[in-house]
């Protein structure tokens, strides 16, 4: 008399009691001789039924079966191969095929997760083919693409044994060619993030060689062939090929690298100096010659006859080239191998190679560009000559030259992330304070120039410089005399725009959450009216980023300053506040929200 729901729901419990006991049979190492007279029952029981809906009512019925299943797999010596396969076929087909529940995908992809760590060859031979499979099929939805990748990346690093395996399949089916751009690129960003992850968990020489012999260097040539044979190659998955370069390149040891860099000097070095002027062709795959090269140790010996020709050829062709590709590619390697050499002595010798062929070239982009790079290379070591080259950079600015505001754009060069070169990750060289010398040289200079010049132009650079140096700084050192800061940071609210506003906006809420006392005076007065201004939709300078940003810093304020200080402002903030709760943004909107909120119940304590 019982409806089927009523059914499903005590059957799900005597499910959930019977997994109880066979967990505690698993705690048990040695073979169940007590459950094998039903071991027929048991599959019968934990056999998926087709007859049970796929929605959400039944979904802690599919949960429970699939825990069941797991128990089984893990009972020692009770399934045999030929079913233990068929049981880790059912989870795998429970992760990949689509639920209403989502929870059923999840729960079955952290179970296989749990069996890659005690099987992980069953888990090879089992349910990675299953994955790859799907992986393989036409059409497959972008979102379905990323739940798989996602579900392998973390079996992959769940256990070694599972690593290469999981690779070598992703891998190749990126170099079959049957999937679309878009999942190519995730799947090699997947690739890419599962090495970051086995490199930062096991740092293991000999099988970082045999994991690039079997990932990076198939991916490498692949894209190789692409770009030799004339085909579409989008420069975002050169990008993340190279990524992944960095990720294992960088953990291998000196002398292996040198190894792998002898072929790849042989195959890249002519095309990276060469005079042609197009982005086509192998040129389109530099960026990967580059992320190995910029990854080498200090150590490491390039396979070139003599460094200075080698940084003074890399200058020449950085200069003349028309290919921007070839142009950052080579400013790239340059920076690096400046930064990496451990003389004081060679490294000036290699810097003046570097400079001496920006005499005759005028001062086009290509000159500012190298004058960046540079500065990028030695101001992080500490060199003297990378002041030099800033202060070069800034004369172009405080001079109004055409290149100014390239100039100043390109402080986010010298004091920004790079995904491979002159970084940390890269075996960069940083010296300790570098930033703090950087910050206390530079800002006085950008101080004394705005307050000196009454051109627009240049006040308007100077402030770019002065937001790109505080966005990179640490907290530590952008308090240290933030008040000489303020008022040009206020100014760069005004007269900048997108994410250089917004870093500005970002900083000035900093200063609100350390030291509010600083900024009580021009609270009311500069701050919230330039807040205010800046979550409006229609000026263009507002992105998301600014309004965003622009909300943050109104959210924080009725925290941080008393009601008297504030109250004045309290009606103008909460009609922009009303409005910004429109915004055609979601995020947008939920930050106003919370602070139209905020603002609402200023005063009540």
């Known amino acids: ?33 007590c459950l094998e007279a039903d071991k027929m029952n048991l599959l019968s029981i934990y056999r998926p039924e087709t007859s049970v809906p796929l929605d959400k009512e039944y979904s802690f019925l599919h949960i ?135 490199m930062a968990a096991n740092a293991n020489s000999e099988r970082n060689t045999e994991l690039f012999a079997a990932i990076v260097s198939p991916l490498t040539e692949w894209i190789d062939g692409l770009a030799s044979a004339n085909q579409e190659v989008p420069p975002k998955l050169v990008v993340e090929v190279a990524r992944a370069m960095v990720a294992l390149f960088s953990k291998l040891e000196a002398a292996a690298q040198e190894q792998l860099l002898n072929p790849m000097f042989a195959k890249y070095e002519a095309e990276l ?75 000036s010798t290699l810097t003046q190679a570097v400079l001496q062929h920006t005499n005759g070239a005028g001062q086009g982009a290509s000159v500012v560009l190298l004058y960046q790079w540079v500065a990028r290379a030695l101001v992080s070591c500490n060199d003297k000559s990378g002041y030099d080259c800033v202060r070069w950079l800034l004369d172009q600015i405080k001079q109004a030259s055409p290149h100014a505001a390239i100039a100043a754009e390109g402080f986010n060069i010298i004091l920004g992330e790079h995904d491979w070169a002159v970084t940390p990750s890269t075996h960069g060289v940083f010296k300790v304070l570098a930033k703090q010398r950087f910050y206390s040289t530079v800002v006085p200079e950008l101080t004394t120039g705005f307050q000196s010049t009454s051109d627009d132009s240049v006040k308007s650079n100077l402030l770019v410089v002065l937001t790109n140096a505080v966005r990179h700084m640490p907290k530590s050192v952008l308090m240290n005399g933030i008040e000489n800061v303020v008022p040009l940071l206020l100014s760069a609210i005004r007269l900048t725009s997108g994410n250089l506003k917004a870093a500005s906006i970002r900083t000035i809420t900093l200063v609100v959450l350390e030291t509010p006392e600083t900024l009580r005076d021009e609270i009311t007065t500069s701050i919230i009216p330039l807040a205010i201004a800046s979550t409006t939709q ?40 009303a409005g910004a709760r429109d915004d055609r943004k979601r995020l947008v909107r939920q930050d106003a929200v919370k602070a139209y909120n905020k603002w609402l119940n200023l005063g009540e304590d």
């Open 538 to 577: 229609s000026n263009a300078a507002n992105t998301v980023d600014v309004r965003q940003a622009a909300l943050g810093a109104l959210s924080l304020i009725p925290e941080k300053y008393p009601y008297p200080v504030v109250h004045t402002a309290r009606r103008d903030v909460l009609r922009a506040l």
């Open 64 to 198: 429970v079966r699939l825990k069941g299943i797991t128990l089984l797999i893990l009972l020692p010596s009770f399934l045999n191969e030929n079913e233990a396969a068929i049981a880790l076929q059912t989870l795998g087909r429970a992760a990949i095929e689509r639920n209403e529940d989502e929870n059923v995908n999840k729960e079955a992809t952290h179970l296989l997760i749990q069996l890659a760590q005690s099987r992980p060859e069953q888990i090879n031979s089992s349910v990675l083919p299953l994955f790859l499979a799907a992986l393989n099929e036409d059409m497959i939805a972008a979102h379905k693409v990323a739940r798989l990748l996602n579900a392998l990346g973390s079996i992959s690093v769940a256990a070694q044994d599972t690593l290469v395996p999981v690779l070598r399949g992703l891998v190749s089916l990126v170099t079959a060619g049957r999937m679309a751009s878009s999942h190519c690129l995730a799947t090699i960003e997947t690739i890419r993030k599962v090495l970051e992850a086995a």
């Open 1 to 33: 008399r019982m409806s089927s729901t009523e059914v499903l729901t005590l059957r799900r419990e005597l499910m959930d009691i019977l997994n109880y006991v066979l967990s505690a049979s698993c705690d048990v190492e040695r073979k169940a001789e």
């Open 273 to 347: 100096l060469s005079s042609k002027q197009s982005d086509d062709g192998i040129c389109l795959v530099l960026p990967v010659f580059s992320a190995a090269v910029c990854a080498c140790r200090p150590e490491t010996q390039l396979p070139v006859e003599s460094l200075d020709r080698f940084v003074s050829s890399l200058a020449v062709s950085a200069l003349s080239s028309g290919s921007r590709i070839r142009r950052d590619v080579c400013l790239e390697i340059m920076a690096s191998t400046l930064n990496k050499t451990k003389d004081t002595k060679q490294r």
